[in-house]
């Protein structure tokens, strides 16, 4: 019979931690964990791997992340398996949610050369008279350091690892604790397709591992995860001035409006609230409705929640898998009983689910709540959803911004250009209208908020731009004449600059060219 390990915790020594499957407590394998030395041995291959693949065209660059994206669909189930068993998700959702975003983020960089930044013309204006141009060589940074949580154990460091090899890095991953055997298999996927070694490394542990990641030699750190660590990370890597791209949490409204499809929009609330059960940063983690559509829309929400099928994610029926582990479901308690506690009307769910061996909690739905209470006003990341209600389009802007977070938002109506009014009011790195959490999947477009959500930006250009560093190249072809700006300064060369300056910056300058011919006649430099 199978080891069943009820909290993950249980086990762990000084060199090795466990993996386990959230839906059933099984043993899925005994991890490394890599000390300070394994660390900086990892980081300093990578660093040598560097040298060779940087100077690699970004053509060549490109059939290997080709390779890559037809061994993932030669292998397309014992993938699924492996994210649906370490993380717990339904099969559909392992593939919906991390194997679809990464492979379409490799096929649009493999037919979309333009958008990886490598050479750009700068326009310089009035410099251009002087025979001066300049332009931009985007160079990669050397050795990044990707951190990553276990929610979307493939698709948020995998995305991120593409951006970073095909802009010409070597990437150092370190994978959650929890979702440790995914992370090597990206190792094995990109070994079977032939990657030159030390391009890809990982690097398996718990926090220790990665805040020696932090503080080793590299070059940028993208960090997902949480807000608490995030500015941990943040403070270790201004001790050598290493930038941080910070992926953080989120407390995201969904806001429906009185004039609404409610059939849609109620699925939407159901499955953006608790897809991945809940733990995604962007999911509904607060509703606000109508109050004139108010009852009628929570009767289907919470009709449909019910409907729910919960269970094993290698089950094709189950809707809602585990959550991942017994701290994560112990804060959805908790935040379940505050507002139980503060007279919350729990409409649905609100407990444990206790037909299976492993972390599950009963998709929940809560009224009579507001921003006092710990649901309402800090990140669950469980399938709980509160639901308030508004009067006033000012009213709802108010609360929708009224967090410490500002990572995505939705809007729900059928009034797109007033909803496209109340998106530029709302203070989010992403405003959905009629649709929520799935803007992940576009890799066209940028990832990231603003508060305590983040700083930066990962996918599309913006993302892109993380892993490269603007080399700017300026060239004078007037090799054989002095500048006007040299030395050999008096009296003349004044009235030239002040000459100058009229002629280019004041309405009718053109007045100023006799005597600026003349400055320029007498002009004596070094
Ligand atoms: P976490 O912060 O506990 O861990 C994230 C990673 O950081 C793990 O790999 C962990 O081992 C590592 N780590 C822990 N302490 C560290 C330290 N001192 N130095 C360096 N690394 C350290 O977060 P989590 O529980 O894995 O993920 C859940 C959180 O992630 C939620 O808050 C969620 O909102 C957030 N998240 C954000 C995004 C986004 O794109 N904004 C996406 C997914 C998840």
Redesign the pocket.
């Known amino acids: 019979m199978a080891l069943l390990i009820k909290d993950k915790s249980e086990i762990k020594t000084a060199n090795t931690f466990t993996s386990v499957n959230p839906a059933t407590l099984e043993l899925l394998g005994e991890i490394d964990v890599f000390n300070k030395e394994r660390v900086d041995l990892r980081v300093s291959k990578a660093h040598d791997a560097f040298s060779i693949w940087s100077k690699i065209p970004l053509e060549e660059r490109l059939i290997y992340i080709s390779k890559a994206r037809d061994y993932i669909m030669d292998n397309l189930d014992n993938l699924c398996e492996l994210i649906t068993k370490e993380n717990g998700k339904p099969l559909v959702e392992s593939i919906s949610a991390d194997i679809l975003p990464v492979l379409d983020l490799m096929d649009y960089y493999i037919k979309n050369k333009n958008a990886i930044p490598s050479h750009e013309n700068i326009s310089l204006g009035k410099w251009s008279l002087l025979n001066k141009s300049s332009y931009i060589e985007y160079v990669p940074l050397g050795v990044i350091a990707i ?6 154990p493939f698709s ?1 460091p995998m995305g991120q690892i593409i951006q970073a090899i095909i802009t010409g890095n070597t990437v150092v991953l ?5 979702t440790p055997l995914i992370a090597l298999e990206m190792a094995n996927i990109f070994n079977k397709i032939g990657l030159p070694d030390g391009v890809f490394n990982v690097v398996t ?7 020696n ?2 503080s080793a030699r590299v070059n940028k750190i993208v ?8 500015k ?2 943040m403070a ?1 890597a201004a001790q050598n001035l290493t930038p941080v791209v910070l ?4 407390k995201d409204p969904m806001i429906v409006l009185k004039d609404v499809n409610m059939s849609n929009a109620s699925s939407g609330a159901v499955w953006g609230a608790f897809t991945n059960s809940g ?4 999911s509904v983690e607060r509703m606000y409705v109508d109050e004139s559509i108010a009852d009628e829309f929570i009767y289907e929400v919470v009709r449909k929640t019910k409907k729910l099928r919960q269970g094993i994610g290698l089950d094709k029926n189950t809707d809602i898998g585990p959550m ?1 582990s017994l701290a ?1 479901m112990n804060i959805v308690k908790d935040h379940v009983q505050d507002a139980r506690d503060r007279g919350a009307k729990i409409l649905t769910g609100g407990e444990q689910f206790n037909d299976l061996a492993g972390y599950f909690y009963k998709p929940t739905i809560l009224t009579n709540v507001n921003h006092d209470f710990k649901i309402v006003s800090e ?1 669950t ?1 469980g399938p709980v959803l509160p639901i308030m209600t508004f009067k006033s389009e000012e009213e709802v802007i108010k609360m929708a911004n009224d967090s410490k977070y500002a ?1 995505t938002a939705s809007i729900w109506t059928t009034d797109i250009e007033r909803a496209k009014n109340m998106a530029n009011q709302i203070e989010a790195g992403t405003v959905s209208i009629n649709d929520c959490v799935s803007t ?1 999947a576009l890799c066209q477009t940028p ?3 603003g508060k305590e ?2 700083i930066g930006r ?1 996918h599309g250009k913006f993302g892109i731009m993380e892993f490269v560093e603007p080399k700017h190249i300026h060239v004078d072809k007037n090799y054989n004449m002095k500048k006007f700006w040299w030395y050999g300064y008096d009296e003349n060369r004044l009235d030239l600059m002040k000459q100058s300056l009229k002629l280019l910056f004041t309405n009718g300058g053109v007045t100023a060219l006799p005597q600026l011919i003349k400055d320029l006649m007498k002009n004596k430099p070094l």
Do not use: D, M, Y
Not at 205 to 211: K, V, W
Not at 225 to 230: K, L, M, N
């Open positions: 951190i990553s949580p276990w929610n979307f948020i370190k994978p959650s604790e929890h542990g718990l926090g220790e591992t990665g805040s990641l932090v960090f997902t995860g949480s807000v608490a660590t995030g941990k990370i270790a992926e953080l949490g989120g733990q995604v940063c962007a991942i994560q990140e990341f990572l992940f990832w990231g908020g959500s983040g990962t």
